[in-house]
């Protein structure tokens, strides 16, 4: 996406960000309490809208550039 120049690479990045801090919330919480199916749900979730929300924003976008 760099490479290609994807105008929302930011975004995209912060996204994966806040994926990332909000699992190490749950893994702390995780060692007080059994928060498994919080942890199922989020991920659940955060792919479901990640991957068929932030992931499709992309491909028109890279459909137009050219292989290198």
Not at 19 to 34: G, M, N, T, V, Y
Request: with cysteine.
């Amino acid at each position: 996406m760099r490479l290609h120049g994807y105008p929302d690479l930011e975004q995209h990045i912060a996204e994966h960000r806040a994926f990332s801090a909000r699992l190490a919330q749950l893994e702390e919480q995780a060692i007080r309490q059994d928060v498994s199916l919080h942890i199922i749900e989020f991920i659940k979730q955060w792919l479901m809208n990640h991957i068929g929300g932030s992931d499709q924003s992309y491909v028109p976008c890279l459909r137009t550039m050219p292989i290198v």
